[in-house]
């Protein structure tokens, strides 16, 4: 399934190696902050099996603790995660040709640098055999640079403070990623008016400036590649 002896499968999981660091200092201080929040060690244990999802997982904790109904909880949960809606629409070009299991199985284990790095190394969204053991390659190393730690920060949540606030290598390694994919005009235009949007849009229950900074950046990427000048016409208006 996970094509692990494919040369791709070892390349995806060497590229993430760079940064499996702060994903596990992610995870470790997420592990921490679920005990810290009250959460049993089986309750936690569960969380970071099936929820698997970071920021929901650090946005929901608060919640939990406060006794919010189950809808509100979910429903910030699903406002955090709807990046996972346009990942999962670029990535659609090059895995719509697998079983529909197949891709709920990719889905579950994708992630925001699985994403960063498999659209650097496959720009152009034509189908070919050897991204879907890339792609395995990353997200099985992410899996478990995320489990590991996160499984120690639960066990070990008397000794390790959240003051450390060490998660934030997590964030600083996306932040170096997604800078290195910031090479054209409209991405560097798309990225600032995220940037501008989430901030702007703070204040926001849920973390839903999240969402905002998307919104804003899909509409500009579209309204820049509409108003992008065509190829030009022959002259006599044919071709």
């Known amino acids: 399934m996970f094509g692990w002896r494919h040369p791709e499968f070892r390349r995806g999981a060497r590229e993430m190696a760079g940064i499996l660091p702060g994903i596990g200092a992610w995870g470790l201080i997420t592990g921490v902050a679920m ?7 089986p309750a936690a244990v569960a969380m970071t099996l099936f929820v698997y999802a970071g920021s929901a997982q650090l946005a929901a904790l608060p919640l939990i603790t406060a006794g919010a109904p189950l809808w509100v909880i979910w429903a910030t949960a699903f406002c955090v995660n709807l990046r996972f809606v346009i990942f999962s629409a670029q990535w659609r070009p090059y895995f719509a040709v697998y079983p529909r299991a ?5 889905a579950f284990f994708s992630g925001d640098l699985n994403y960063i790095l498999f659209m650097r190394r496959f ?16 997200a099985v190393s992410n899996w478990f640079a995320w489990q ?15 003051s450390w606030g060490i998660g934030f290598a997590g964030t600083l390694a996306l932040i170096g990623l997604a800078c ?31 969402v905002v900074a998307i919104a ?19 002259v006599g208006g044919t071709r």
Do not use: H
């Open 35 to 41: 005990i810290k929040a009250g959460l049993s060690v």
């Open 216 to 234: 804003a950046a899909v509409a500009i990427g579209l309204l820049m590649e509409r108003t992008r000048p065509g190829p030009a016409t022959p």
């Open 123 to 138: 720009p152009d969204p034509v189908p070919a055999p050897e991204q879907k053991p890339y792609f395995w390659g990353g």
């Open 102 to 106: 197949e891709r709920t199985r990719m």
């Open 148 to 162: 590991i730690p996160s499984m120690l920060g639960i066990a070990m949540a008397d000794v390790i403070p959240t």
């Open 180 to 210: 290195s994919l910031l090479g054209s005009r409209s991405s560097l235009v798309a990225a600032a008016v995220a940037g501008c949007a989430a901030v702007a849009a703070y204040a926001l229950p849920l973390r839903l400036n999240i």
